[in-house]
């Protein structure tokens, strides 16, 4: 009753029971410095003309200290049949606690710094009907994280406009970036880009259309655009250095060994010849608005030609090295991807009488890639080539049907001399059997063949729209996906698992339609096994290649705003309560194996989309 802690058996050393006193400390210690300094000059000699200068600094310190040490548990006196009454008046004695093994004391701190500097040059001038802009822009930041070597980058950009009564219009960007990741003599790259407009509306012979049409514009843009990243990995950078680091170790001693000196190793190789991957962007597009800009259109076509893409010629789709080298092949300016595809939106803002207004504004993206070339190994047959196709294909074994009997099974396994038509071990009645897409007599990688669409979505929409009467609104979201598959794989898939596995899979309605003696002419699902049993269960097998488009009324949303005459004596602007709720309704193809459509891995380990309900009240003075 004093407070003490009390020796709760196997829970006794859960930290809600423990105090600083008791069993010491974790203390943290943050210190944030953020520096903004703006400077702006208007030249009185060049008129138009305006110099700016910008230099942002931050530092942050991020400071750790543990104390750990064993607590003093006390036990008390239990009564009840089944000691599950416990007197924590009455202290029989003290005990010290089994966790930690040992008392200790651990610090560690993390350190960012780094600045941003920005020198630019502004110029705006009207002439008449012509108006002019240019813009010179210097920039270069520096940042270190903890100990690394600093990252450092610095460029040049410049850009020019044209306007001809805001009728005829002209742009011109270039920009000259530098990077650290590329060698001197390869670190720098250029990259022009422009664009004109033509605004159809404001010409003469348009006038006739004036009650109708608001505003007619074309716009065209092409350009090359460059990056520098490589990796997401911090030890990639640099590629263009051979270096040295920790290699393996080895073990020296008596006695089965028993000291481990570690050991040098060679890194990656290096690739001095390294630099900017880089795309060409075409873009044509029209915006048009009718009636009082209540119906408004946009619509863009674009493609887009990457090439000399940073590639790493790791795994074994790629032309690489050969294991006998050791080491993979250095990072290379190797593939080359083309992308194209439509944009549009299309909007529609009306009235009824005074009070009432709605809105529709359905927007709609279709985007396809295709690999024209990637280092790819050489593949015999077409099905098997990612060049050619999309990013990221599903190259899956396709299913042909399942082991319909035990005189089916005994022929497939005496396939290949006994050793069976498929790799994964013998076949019994109700296993899949996948098709011999080379005729070859075994399935092997050369079957698996490009199926269904790439996990990222080809076609992209969405329908917002909205009502409102006097003071009251209603909104309503919605989005969606299609031309996208998820292909799943381990717990997602698993019905039975294993005992030491017996926290991933279950049971799901996917299952429930297994193969079994009675169900084997209209089954959907082999039958059911324990464990991983890869060859029904196989992760790149188009039974767990599902269509994951969807529909999703993403959010919804219900306001009134109080009258002006009853909030202005207290000085408000407006008032305004609200309800909202997120992710209300689903509508896809998906419930037979549970998983979000959007769900990223495609084990289902990711933490879903949740349903959310806000309620709130928005008061502006």
């Given at each position: 009753?004093?407070?003490?802690?009390?020796?709760?058996g196997?829970?006794?050393?859960?930290?809600?029971?423990?105090?600083?006193?008791?069993?010491?400390?974790?203390?943290?210690?943050d210190q944030?410095?953020?520096?903004?300094?703006?400077?702006?000059?208007?030249?009185?000699?060049?008129?138009?003309?305006?110099?700016?200068?910008?230099?942002?600094?931050?530092?942050?310190?991020?400071?750790?200290?543990?104390?750990n040490?064993?607590?003093?548990?006390?036990?008390?006196?239990?009564?009840?049949?089944h000691?599950?009454?416990?007197?924590?008046?009455?202290?029989?004695?003290?005990?010290?606690s089994?966790?930690?093994?040992?008392?200790?004391?651990?610090?560690?701190?993390?350190?960012?710094?780094?600045?941003?500097?920005?020198?630019?040059?502004?110029y705006?001038?009207t002439?008449?009907?012509?108006?002019v802009?240019?813009m010179?822009?210097?920039?270069?930041?520096?940042?270190?994280?903890?100990?690394?070597?600093?990252?450092?980058?610095?460029g040049?950009?410049?850009?020019?406009?044209?306007?001809?009564?805001?009728k005829?219009?002209?742009?011109?960007?270039?920009?000259?970036?530098?990077?650290?990741n590329?060698?001197?003599?390869?670190?720098y790259?250029t990259?022009?880009a422009?664009?004109?407009?033509?605004v159809?509306?404001?010409?003469?012979?348009?006038?006739?259309?004036e009650?109708?049409?608001d505003?007619?514009?074309?716009?065209?843009?092409?350009?090359?655009?460059?990056?520098?990243?490589?990796?997401?990995?911090?030890?990639?950078?640099?590629?263009?250095l051979?270096?040295?680091?920790?290699?393996s170790?080895y073990?020296?001693?008596?006695n089965?060994?028993n000291?481990?000196?570690?050991?040098?190793?060679?890194?990656?190789?290096?690739?001095?010849?390294?630099?900017w991957?880089?795309?060409?962007?075409?873009?044509?597009?029209?915006?048009?608005?009718?009636?009082g800009?209540?119906l408004?259109?946009s619509?863009?076509?674009?493609?887009?030609?990457?090439?000399?893409?940073?590639?790493?010629?790791?795994?074994?789709?790629?032309?690489?090295f050969?294991?006998?080298?050791?080491?993979?092949?250095?990072?290379?300016?190797?593939?080359?991807?083309?992308?194209?595809?439509?944009?549009?939106?299309?909007?529609?803002?009306?009235?009824i009488?005074?009070?009432?207004?709605?809105?529709?504004?359905?927007?709609?993206?279709?985007?396809?890639?295709?690999?024209?070339?990637?280092?790819?190994?050489?593949?015999?047959?077409?099905?098997?080539?990612?060049?050619?196709?999309?990013?990221?294909?599903?190259?899956?074994?396709?299913?042909?049907?399942f082991?319909?009997?035990?005189?089916?099974?005994?022929?497939?396994?005496?396939?290949?001399?006994?050793?069976?038509?498929?790799?994964?071990?013998?076949?019994?009645?109700?296993?899949?059997?996948?098709?011999?897409?080379?005729?070859?007599?075994?399935i092997?990688?050369d079957?698996?063949?490009?199926?269904?669409?790439?996990?990222?979505?080809?076609?992209?929409f969405?329908?917002?729209?909205?009502?409102?009467?006097?003071?009251?609104?209603?909104?309503?979201?919605?989005?969606?996906?299609?031309?996208?598959?998820?292909?799943?794989?381990?717990?997602?898939?698993?019905?039975?698992?294993?005992?030491?596995?017996?926290?991933?899979?279950?049971?799901?309605?996917?299952?429930?339609?297994?193969?079994?003696e009675?169900?084997k002419?209209?089954?959907?699902?082999?039958?059911?096994?324990?464990?991983?049993?890869?060859?029904?269960?196989?992760?790149?097998?188009s039974?767990?290649?599902?269509?994951?488009?969807?529909?999703?009324?993403?959010?919804?949303?219900?306001?009134?705003?109080?009258?002006?005459?009853?909030?202005r004596?207290?000085?408000?602007?407006?008032?305004?309560?609200?309800?909202q709720?997120?992710?209300?309704?689903?509508?896809?193809g998906?419930?037979?194996?549970?998983?979000?459509?959007?769900?990223?891995?495609?084990?289902?380990a990711?933490?879903?989309?949740?349903?959310?309900?806000?309620?709130?009240?928005?008061?502006?003075?």
């Open positions: 009753d004093d407070g003490r802690p009390v020796d709760w196997w829970i006794g050393n859960i930290g809600e029971f423990s105090n600083e006193e008791n069993s010491g400390y974790d203390k943290d210690e944030v410095t953020e520096t903004l300094i703006r400077l702006e000059y208007d030249v009185p000699f060049i008129k138009g003309l305006k110099a700016k200068g910008q230099f942002a600094y931050n530092y942050s310190n991020a400071y750790n200290k543990t104390f040490k064993k607590q003093t548990l006390y036990q008390v006196e239990k009564e009840g049949s000691g599950h009454i416990w007197r924590t008046d009455k202290v029989l004695g003290a005990v010290q089994s966790e930690p093994g040992k008392e200790y004391i651990y610090q560690s701190s993390a350190r960012n710094k780094g600045y941003q500097l920005n020198l630019q040059l502004d705006a001038r002439f008449g009907k012509h108006d802009t240019g010179v822009l210097f920039n270069r930041s520096h940042r270190t994280i903890d100990n690394r070597v600093a990252y450092r980058y610095q040049l950009t410049a850009r020019a406009t044209y306007a001809y009564a805001n005829y219009l002209a742009e011109f960007n270039v920009g000259y970036n530098g990077s650290e590329f060698a001197p003599g390869k670190r790259g990259f022009p422009g664009s004109v407009g033509w159809i509306s404001r010409e003469n012979f348009m006038k006739r259309t009650k109708w049409l505003m007619l514009k074309i716009r065209a843009s092409y350009g090359l655009v460059g990056s520098d990243k490589i990796s997401d990995y911090d030890g990639d950078r640099f590629a263009y051979q270096f040295y680091g920790e290699g170790g073990d020296f001693g008596e089965e060994f000291q481990w000196t570690s050991g040098v190793g060679e890194g990656n190789f290096a690739n001095p010849n390294l630099t991957e880089k795309a060409r962007k075409l873009n044509v597009g029209i915006d048009a608005s009718f009636f800009e209540r408004t259109i619509a863009d076509y674009f493609h887009e030609h990457r090439y000399d893409i940073i590639t790493h010629l790791s795994g074994s789709d790629k032309l690489g050969p294991q006998i080298v050791g080491k993979d092949a250095p990072f290379l300016n190797s593939g080359v991807v083309d992308n194209r595809g439509i944009d549009f939106e299309v909007g529609w803002n009306g009235r009488g005074k009070d009432f207004r709605y809105y529709i504004k359905p927007n709609f993206t279709f985007a396809r890639n295709k690999i024209r070339f990637m280092n790819e190994v050489v593949y015999e047959n077409e099905w098997r080539r990612n060049t050619g196709k999309r990013i990221e294909e599903h190259f899956v074994y396709e299913v042909d049907h082991v319909y009997d035990q005189a089916e099974a005994d022929r497939l396994n005496a396939m290949n001399g006994n050793n069976g038509f498929q790799q994964w071990g013998k076949l019994y009645p109700g296993d899949v059997v996948y098709k011999d897409l080379n005729e070859d007599g075994v092997n990688d079957d698996r063949r490009a199926m269904g669409n790439p996990r990222t979505p080809e076609i992209q969405g329908i917002p729209l909205g009502i409102q009467y006097k003071g009251i609104d209603v909104s309503f979201l919605f989005q969606g996906a299609a031309n996208t598959s998820l292909l799943l794989n381990g717990p997602a898939t698993w019905d039975f698992p294993a005992y030491e596995q017996d926290q991933i899979g279950k049971v799901k309605p996917m299952h429930l339609n297994r193969w079994t009675e169900t002419d209209a089954a959907t699902y082999p039958r059911l096994t324990i464990g991983a049993y890869e060859n029904n269960k196989n992760e790149s097998s039974l767990y290649l599902y269509n994951a488009s969807y529909l999703r009324l993403k959010n919804v949303e219900v306001g009134y705003s109080l009258p002006k005459n009853w909030i004596f207290a000085g408000f602007q407006n008032v305004r309560f609200y309800a709720g997120m992710n209300l309704l689903t509508f896809d998906l419930n037979d194996v549970d998983v979000d459509p959007e769900t990223k891995k495609g084990n289902g990711w933490y879903p989309i949740q349903r959310i309900f806000n309620f709130g009240v928005d008061i502006t003075y």
